[in-house]
């Protein structure tokens, strides 16, 4: 699979070319075009009881689709749902940096050779904002994935650290380790007068796929908007 993207970084659109034979397995509701001759079918890929773990903990749908080229080809346009950027990540399980780990909202598709599943990452994870699991992608092949504003690729040496406000993931590498803190060391009142609180430190070796802005930012500023707005309808009234 060969991916090219367009419209970066503020409404991008991944554009998966496929060969004869070919598949791409994509998150539900994430294409936005695709080729004519394309056979499209959607399971509950891995089986229901994993397609149950990626809804309820994964951030990801019980059904996912497939689309598989005919001769001569084809391609799938994939969009994420929010303002921003898209990417494709080569994968390769077996090589240094292993799977890829992906937070929940943040995976578009990939190429057949990978395999979606929903794994515990642990109390850090879920402090950090992301549900305590992910999207882990097995085997060799290609992710692409979605982000809320422009994306940054972070490559961290062996024992490189790096603190990055909860919200901001998007994905890492297995070999990248996570633990979540006060932002403010040991001061949980001055953490919070910060407006950040907790933030994530990450350590090398490995891939740190971030995101310009924060969708729970986002979903609070709405919330925020439509109380205000509320509040000034029931003041005229």
Request: with cysteine; proline share 3%.
């Given at each position: 699979?060969?991916?090219?993207?367009?419209?970066?970084?503020?409404?991008?659109?991944a554009?998966?070319?496929?060969?004869?034979?070919?598949?791409?397995?994509?998150?539900?509701?994430?294409?936005?075009?695709?080729s004519q001759?394309?056979?499209?079918?959607?399971?509950?890929?891995?089986?229901?009881?994993?397609?149950?773990?990626?809804?309820?903990?994964?951030?990801?749908?019980?059904?996912?689709?497939?689309?598989?080229?005919?001769?001569?080809?084809?391609?799938?346009?994939?969009?994420?749902?929010?303002?921003?950027?898209?990417?494709?990540?080569?994968?390769?399980?077996?090589?240094?940096?292993?799977?890829?780990q992906?937070?929940?909202?943040?995976?578009?598709?990939?190429?057949?050779?990978?395999?979606?599943?929903?794994?515990?990452?642990g109390?850090?994870?879920?402090?950090?904002?992301?549900?305590?699991?992910v999207?882990?992608m097995?085997?060799?092949?290609?992710?692409?994935?979605?982000?809320?504003?422009?994306l940054?690729?972070?490559?961290?040496a062996?024992?490189?650290k790096?603190?990055?406000?909860?919200?901001?993931?998007?994905?890492?590498?297995?070999?990248?380790?996570?633990?979540?803190?006060?932002?403010?060391?040991?001061?949980?009142?001055?953490s919070?007068?910060t407006?950040?609180?907790?933030?994530?430190?990450?350590?090398?070796?490995?891939?740190?796929?971030?995101?310009?802005?924060?969708?729970s930012?986002?979903?609070?500023?709405?919330q925020?908007?439509?109380?205000?707005?509320?509040?000034?309808?029931?003041?005229?009234?």
């Amino acid at each position: 699979m060969r991916v090219d993207t367009r419209h970066q970084p503020g409404f991008a659109v991944a554009r998966c070319a496929l060969d004869a034979g070919e598949s791409l397995v994509g998150q539900s509701g994430s294409m936005y075009a695709c080729s004519q001759g394309l056979e499209v079918g959607a399971k509950a890929e891995g089986g229901v009881l994993s397609g149950l773990k990626r809804a309820a903990f994964g951030g990801s749908s019980l059904f996912l689709t497939r689309y598989t080229a005919s001769a001569p080809g084809g391609w799938v346009d994939l969009v994420h749902r929010l303002p921003g950027d898209v990417a494709a990540v080569e994968v390769a399980g077996s090589g240094p940096s292993g799977p890829l780990q992906v937070t929940q909202g943040n995976w578009l598709g990939c190429s057949a050779g990978i395999e979606p599943q929903t794994k515990w990452a642990g109390m850090q994870n879920l402090l950090g904002g992301k549900g305590g699991f992910v999207l882990r992608m097995e085997g060799d092949g290609t992710v692409v994935v979605g982000c809320y504003g422009a994306l940054d690729t972070v490559v961290l040496a062996g024992g490189e650290k790096m603190t990055v406000a909860t919200g901001q993931v998007v994905a890492y590498d297995a070999t990248v380790t996570l633990a979540v803190r006060r932002l403010v060391q040991g001061r949980t009142i001055g953490s919070l007068k910060t407006g950040q609180f907790l933030v994530c430190d990450f350590t090398g070796p490995g891939r740190l796929l971030l995101q310009s802005r924060n969708p729970s930012a986002l979903a609070s500023f709405i919330q925020e908007s439509v109380q205000d707005k509320g509040a000034e309808v029931t003041d005229d009234e």
